[in-house]
């Protein structure tokens, strides 16, 4: 089946994610035997067993999440022929991962590290995020640079949908803009909670501090973040991906992207995110959305119907 994979980012986590995946399918189950070797702690056990605390910390939630998109990709990859893959912010490194760009190893010691950097980026330079309800995202844009004054920041982080984007800078920054976007017509501005002012300015010193993995180039297109872009070239895709830390995540732009590719898309990890904003942002867009053994095996047995 040609389809694009996409695969999901941060927030997606839960206790009990990938368990079943692991118990059905030796291919899953070896995904996570490597990943935890990869990583030297047994991360397998904080995913299915918790505490949830210690499993939404920024470097277990993120390989979490990597690992379990590639468990289920594992498992359903070989019926796939790709055509692009694209992922939402950490949902990149495992979208590079699913078409041969980045081994397994080295995706998930990247995204932990990647984790450990903007945790310790967010702790010297605390910030904050929110998500924006009903305003179109040029006007996010033009009241965040209002907004961003005496050596506080605040930016469009993530152009989620054409009605939502997530802003991300300085606390006080946010909060102003908060307001300014309510009195401009915004429907909510909902505080997220999270250890950081990701994809923001203040994340600069963990884009310098991120090392390079060994890449190669993929055998399909990744559709980047940080340009929206096709993406087939090794360096191309280092490169973004450090841009990717302090750059917005243009979805939106991405999703119309891979739309042109004209193949269904298949959303592998937990949560059902990425088909949601698909349809809203290309209505009639085909998706399937494989989180659980059961979504998987059915897909198996009956394909995306």
């Given amino acids: 089946m040609r389809a694009v994979v996409l695969c999901p980012g941060q927030g997606a986590q839960k206790v009990g994610m990938g368990k079943d995946l692991a118990e059905r399918f030796p291919d ?11 990583l030297g702690v047994e991360l397998s056990r904080v995913m299915w067993e918790g505490p949830e605390i210690e499993l939404t910390l920024t470097h277990n939630a993120q390989p979490a999440i990597l690992i379990h998109a590639l468990a289920v990709h594992a498992v359903v990859g070989p019926g796939l022929e790709p055509v692009a893959a694209a992922g939402h912010s ?13 081994s397994l190893e080295d995706a998930v010691r ?33 009241l965040c640079a209002e907004a961003s ?10 152009f989620n949908a054409p009605d939502q984007t997530v802003i991300s800078g300085d606390r006080a920054a946010v909060e102003r ?10 429907r909510r501005v909902l505080p997220l909670k999270v250890s950081g002012a990701f994809h923001s300015p203040l994340m600069a010193p963990a884009a310098e501090a991120l090392h390079d993995a060994v890449f ?20 191309d895709a280092r490169r973004l991906l450090r841009e990717q830390m ?12 891979v739309a042109a590719f004209g193949v269904p898309c298949v959303e592998v990890g937990p949560g059902t995110v990425l088909t949601g904003l698909l349809k809203r942002i290309v209505p009639d867009a085909r998706a399937v959305s494989l989180a659980s053994a059961d979504d998987v095996a059915a897909f198996l047995d009956r394909g995306l119907s």
């Fill in 246 to 257: 302090t750059a917005p995540v243009r979805w939106v732009e991405s999703m119309r992207v």
């Fill in 149 to 158: 004054r005496d050596g506080q920041v605040v930016v469009a982080a993530n």
């Fill in 28 to 38: 899953a189950q070896r995904v996570f035997a490597r990943a935890d070797a990869a």
């Fill in 110 to 142: 990247l995204v932990r590290r990647r984790g450990e950097l903007m945790l310790e980026a967010g702790r010297s330079r605390p910030g904050t995020m929110a998500a924006v309800i009903g305003l179109d995202g040029e006007r996010v844009v033009a």
């Fill in 216 to 235: 190669q180039d993929p055998v399909a297109p990744v559709v980047a973040n940080a340009s929206a872009g096709p993406v087939t070239d090794a360096a």
């Fill in 177 to 186: 803009a908060g307001e300014a976007l309510k009195a401009a017509g915004a």
């Fill in 90 to 102: 950490l949902g990149e490194y495992a979208a590079y991962a699913a078409v041969g760009a980045v």
